[in-house]
């Protein structure tokens, strides 16, 4: 095991309601990640389960984190995450939240309504293009957030996700099945898993594109869209306005946030 001088390592968690992301941060680089599903129940014993054999595989000692920082959409597993940290890395977690010092001003209705992952994500985009900037998070919701040309994060969109949509059409219609979410070779479909497919596809796409079109006209000098989530790769190679696809978006926010935290402690 490492000793205290030797914490070299930072632990950067992003917890959606479907997967939970884990990254290791060393020197501000990012050498290992991984997902585990999100499942409300977990306990903390079943996180060090699972952790230590992923941390082992990877040669990585926990006696060498710093800090572990948390985003989580997930208040039940609050707990379990709390207990997993001090077990495994030996130290408190630091949860982002409304209230947490992003340097990022929030000028929304009720502030702590707000996501923490939609936060830390506006956050990063904003540091790494400026700004006014969206993020599209194809995530189990499909979300659009929106920072303002004096770098406010002004609010945004929520619409319901392109998997669980599809889910829904899955479960409810009695002659219909699951299908890929793919983009198919024509928009008109010659057979039910084709025609499935195009709606799906053109569909989510046809409501992304439309929904940035409209913001681009609300926002003057909004030029830049950052796309991240699970299927942010398959939209935005047919869309006219996403810009950019980041799938390390939320763990590089919370990487400048924690560095503000410690700049902050060491002034």
């Known amino acids: 095991m490492s000793t205290g001088t030797d914490r070299d390592l930072l632990i ?6 479907t997967n939970a992301v884990f990254g290791v941060l060393k020197e501000n680089e ?4 991984f997902r585990l599903s999100t499942t409300a129940r977990r306990t903390a014993d079943e ?5 230590l054999p992923l941390l082992q595989r990877a040669g990585l000692d926990p006696g060498r984190v710093e800090a572990v920082v948390i985003s989580s959409v ?3 597993l609050h707990f379990a995450l709390e207990q997993m940290s001090r077990q495994v890395f030996g130290c408190e977690p630091m949860f982002i939240d409304a209230h947490t010092d992003t ?11 707000v996501g923490a992952d939609r936060i830390v994500n506006a956050l990063a985009a904003r540091e790494l293009h400026g700004s006014p900037v969206v ?19 002004v609010g945004g969109l929520i619409t319901p996700g392109i998997s669980i949509s599809s889910e829904a059409l899955f479960a409810k219609a009695s002659r219909l099945y699951r299908v890929e979410i793919v983009q198919p070779k024509s928009l ?9 497919q195009a709606g799906i596809f053109y569909g989510f796409l046809g409501q992304v594109d439309g929904i940035l079109a409209r913001l681009k006209l609300e926002m003057p000098g909004l030029e830049t869209v950052i796309a991240t989530g699970g299927l942010a790769e398959l939209i935005a190679s047919a869309s006219n306005h996403i810009d950019h696809v980041d799938q390390m978006l939320t763990l590089t926010g919370l990487r400048l946030i924690y560095q503000r935290s410690r700049h902050g402690l060491q002034e």
């Open 47 to 51: 996180y060090v389960a699972l952790l």
């Open 103 to 113: 340097g990022l001003p929030l000028r929304y209705d009720h502030p702590a309504e």
């Open 135 to 153: 993020v599209v998070d194809f995530g189990t919701a499909t979300t659009f957030d929106v920072v303002n040309g004096e770098g406010e994060y």
């Open 188 to 196: 008109i479909g010659s057979n039910t898993e084709g025609a499935m």
């Open 74 to 76: 997930v208040p039940p």
């Open 30 to 33: 990012l050498i290992y990640h």
């Open 12 to 17: 950067l968690v992003d917890v959606g309601n």
